[in-house]
């Protein structure tokens, strides 16, 4: 290669192929067929909700608080790899060029993060703020004018020794308020916050100055954000690529110790092990019941919402768990085991269904203790039984495959 904007050229091309050979399989899923559905469903609800937003509702707050999630996690895809820190490092006085082809990329490709929630927000900040299109399309504007500062910062904060997680914080904090002000129509409040962000820029701009690149750090965070996606890959296919991480939660040890000691029940016990112990399986199980959790608390659905609510969460969270049935494939070592293919599903089995009943009984509660009786007990008794229609009907189908 004659030239850095070759390298990055390459580089780009290669990511492109392989994020399509993986969206093959993504997009192909029937799945998709469900979200559809899902969506369906969820904007008839949506459209009902918006009939009758309780008063008082913090419409706007929310709003903010999603937009300023979205335009904070901005950052530049810089394709780096583990190899370049030796083979780059004597170019790395024109590795500008690189980087100038790079943050254009990352802009665009990452703009899906702020359409998603403005066209969801859209309907909701019609109602609360009575305005027209274009005022919305003046807001969206500026939200991207706020994410490509955002960008600018998080690159420039790269050069520097600053904590990352402050100044994501930092950054949040005043994403959130930008976004809070211009979408309220507080136009006076939102000036010297982008006043404020300029100084960031100005700040880091000059912090810079002179600084070489922070190459571990940039090829650490390249190789998270590829994490990223080869973990959401791995639910609809293998991932060779995929780097498992473990994480000791000694609160949670007590469900192991629970896990009858024999032979046949050694898949039970890996199976288990997995789940409270890895950073992807009990983290979606985690985050889903919070999530949904929030939303029956807060969002009050009717007796057939809220066992929709629940069935759409153990299905989400079960189609994604599936994965753990091939945690142990790649390794060698439990192929010597003297354990049976059907001592394994049937550990899998037993473990998935355990994890779907505890997320429809902690539903259930959530309903219960909201004072909603009769949702938390169908929700609870629907949530039963689809579990075991899942388990033993769907999950088995898609293991034997």
């Known amino acids: 290669m004659n030239s850095v904007e070759e390298i990055w050229k390459k580089r780009l091309e290669e990511h492109t192929k392989e994020v399509q050979s993986y969206l093959k399989y993504m997009l192909n899923d029937h799945l998709l067929i469900v979200v559809v559905f899902m969506l369906g469903g969820g904007a008839v609800w949506y459209s009902q909700w918006l009939k009758a937003i309780p008063e008082g509702f913090p419409a706007i707050w929310i709003m903010a608080a999603v937009f300023g999630l979205a335009i904070t996690a901005s950052s530049v895809r810089t394709l780096l790899k583990e190899a370049d820190i030796v083979f780059l490092l004597p170019l790395e006085k024109k590795m500008e060029a690189y980087f100038k082809q790079a943050f254009p990329y990352s802009f665009f490709s990452q703009l899906y993060m702020l359409i998603l ?4 927000f859209a309907p909701l900040y019609f109602a609360v703020q009575h305005a027209g299109g274009l005022d919305y399309l003046w807001v969206f504007l500026q939200l991207l004018i706020i994410k490509g500062f955002n960008m600018q910062v998080s690159w420039l904060s790269s050069f520097t020794e600053s904590s990352k997680g402050l100044e994501a914080v930092i950054r949040y904090v005043l994403n959130a308020l930008l976004a809070y002000f211009i979408l309220s129509g507080h136009w006076l409040f939102a000036l010297p916050l982008y006043a404020v962000l300029l100084l960031l820029v100005f700040y880091f701009n000059r912090a810079s100055k002179g600084k070489g690149l922070k190459w571990e750090r940039l090829i650490s965070q390249e190789n998270a954000k590829k994490q990223s996606f080869y973990r959401l890959a791995n639910l609809f296919t293998d991932v060779p690529k995929l780097k498992k991480q473990a994480r000791r939660r000694k609160y949670l040890d007590w469900v192991l110790s629970a896990v009858k000691y024999s032979q046949a029940h050694s898949y039970h016990y890996m199976f288990a092990r997995a789940f409270v112990r890895g950073t992807d399986y009990f983290g979606i199980f985690a985050r889903l019941t919070v999530i ?37 494939d790649l390794l060698m070592l ?68």
């Open 117 to 120: 929630p403005a066209v969801v």
């Open 334 to 401: 439990p192929e010597l085991y003297p354990v049976s293919l059907q001592d394994k599903k049937k550990g899998f089995y037993h473990v998935l269904q355990n994890v779907l009943l505890i997320q429809a009984a902690v539903l259930g509660i959530v309903l219960l203790a909201a004072g909603k009786w009769a949702e938390g007990g169908l929700g609870l008794a629907a949530g039963i039984v689809f579990t075991f229609i899942f388990v033993q009907g769907y999950v088995r189908a898609r293991v034997a495959k």
């Open 292 to 328: 949904t959790a929030l939303i029956l608390l807060f969002f009050s659905p009717n007796m057939t919402g809220a066992v929709l609510v629940v069935l759409c969460a153990l299905f989400l969270t079960g189609i994604q768990i599936i994965a753990l049935y091939k945690h142990f």
